[in-house]
């Protein structure tokens, strides 16, 4: 048996490859365009349409730039929606600058509070070693947003623009890191040099004086209080006067976001469905709830995004519930056509460019690194069609935060087959949720070790 690449070999291949017709046509082909125009399935993108029997959006999509803010982008468009009803107006931009610094600070307290209660493990262990990876990337979850919002409330974008370092965090990221590092080796060295806990205490605080200039440095100084006032669509002049960021946040935050569960779908055999997890080291206020997630089967993930931007109407005795967008997070990059914004589980024919036969379902690719959750946006519409066992969805229209000159001025349309191939979690109410799942979130969740990939979209950068 050979264990190694022989001129034999090479030769072989190359002459099997020169034997087939096709081969050199391809080759024209993929050397002289990019390789997912040639693999695109033209016809199948033709035939995607944008049209859906229930849209939310009125508004127009944001742009986070070159940062992992994805997460907080979504949080915040869902947020808007309400607020902007309630101030009267069509458009409505909240501050994203604001929570970047906050989650910035809180993430390197979590951070530095993880170094130390591992100060005892070797620097080559597997979660020391994944913890100094990645001391404070972008990246977040619904409920690291929840945690954000209920402690430092929110802001107008006007009350803190946004600055060079938040539309661009790669240097911010790279100096913080690198202070946070050297954090790191400090608090390690003197926790194993017996330094009680008053000591470590006040090493981490100064680290943190240090983590708090350089984020004024970059991203300004939050306001406490800021003066709010505003025309609504009418050109009706109002003012608030002086509020707080938790002032505003109680005044026009619209939904009750503590009643928002995380639910994902973890095909894996390792994780049942009906049991709660968590991720070991996953968060970023410390003292907030913990990021706990319930797992579900795919079916069920899809209806109750589905419902929820659907609503329901008011029957007799029954009260009507408009719909609402749905945040959620995916794997964002597979059969994506982001020119015209298109997402299809069969949008590129790899296999038949490459002569390949791909058969690794959702749980392999989890098991072997070839998926995670990378993105988080907003769904703002569905289009629902009747079935036999009742509606069902066939596609979906997201609101992504890439800006509006791709898509559909920043809407892209998502087909059903991809949600259930790369579609990972979903933040809904929980009284949404049938009898049985509501009892299931009462459980003590399982935990997951800080690399589980179902904590992947905190480590975005």
């Not at 945690?147 to 539309?167: D, F, I, N």
């Not at 994506?336 to 749980?363: C, H, I, P, Q, V």
């Not at 519409?381 to 609101?399: K, M, N």
Request: charge should be negative; glycine fraction near 6%.
């Amino acid at each position: 048996m050979e264990r190694e690449i022989t001129p034999d070999l090479v030769e072989r291949l190359t002459m099997e490859l020169d034997a087939d017709p096709r081969h050199r046509l391809l080759q024209n082909a993929v050397t002289r365009n990019q390789v997912d125009q040639v693999a695109l399935d033209h016809q199948l993108a033709r035939s995607i349409d944008r049209t859906m029997s229930h849209q939310l959006d009125d508004w127009a999509a944001t742009n986070q730039k070159q940062t992992g803010r994805c997460w907080m982008f979504a949080g915040l468009n869902l947020l808007r929606v309400g607020a902007a009803r309630r101030l009267g107006v069509k458009e409505l931009e909240l501050s994203q600058s604001y929570p970047l610094f906050w989650d910035k600070l809180e993430k390197a307290n979590h951070w530095l509070e993880s170094v130390l209660a591992t100060a005892d493990r070797d620097v080559d262990d597997r979660t020391v070693a994944h913890l100094l990876s990645a001391p404070t990337e972008d990246g977040g979850q619904w409920n690291m947003f929840l945690a954000l919002v209920a402690k430092h409330g929110l802001v107008p974008q006007s009350a803190m623009p946004e600055t060079v370092s938040s539309s661009s965090t790669r240097q911010l990221n790279r100096d913080l890191a690198t202070v946070l590092r050297q954090a790191a080796r400090d608090l390690r060295g003197a926790a194993a040099d017996g330094a009680d806990a008053a000591a470590l205490a006040q090493a981490k605080a100064d680290v943190l004086e240090v983590v708090h200039r350089m984020l004024c440095l970059h991203l300004g100084t939050p306001p406490t209080s800021f003066t709010w006032q505003w025309r609504d669509s009418d050109k009706t002049f109002h003012r608030d006067g002086e509020l707080t960021p938790q002032e505003f946040a109680r005044r026009y935050v619209t939904v009750p976001l503590e009643e928002y569960v995380c639910l994902v779908h973890d095909p894996r055999a390792s994780s049942p469905y009906g049991r709660t997890f968590t991720v070991e080291h996953l968060g970023n206020v410390v003292g907030a709830p913990p990021v706990v997630y319930l797992n579900v089967e795919m079916d069920v993930l899809k209806r109750l995004a589905m419902e929820a931007i659907v609503g329901r109407d008011g029957g007799e005795g029954d009260q009507a519930e408009p719909g609402e967008p749905v945040w959620f997070g995916c794997d964002v990059e597979p059969m994506r056509e982001a020119e015209n914004g298109y997402w299809d589980a069969a949008l590129f024919d790899y296999d038949a460019l490459y002569g390949s036969t791909t058969t690794m379902t959702k749980a392999d690719r989890l098991h072997h690194h070839a998926t995670a959750m990378t993105h988080a946006m907003l769904l703002t519409g569905v289009d629902v069609v009747d079935g036999p066992d009742g509606p069902t969805a066939r596609r979906w229209r997201v609101e992504n935060s890439w800006g509006t000159d791709k898509a559909d001025k920043g809407f892209w349309t998502m087909n059903d087959s991809w949600f259930g191939e790369y579609v990972f979690e979903i933040a809904v109410r929980r009284d949404a949720l049938p009898a049985d799942l509501r009892a299931a979130l009462d459980q003590e969740p399982l935990v997951l070790p800080a690399w589980d990939p179902m904590g992947a979209l905190a480590r975005q950068g």
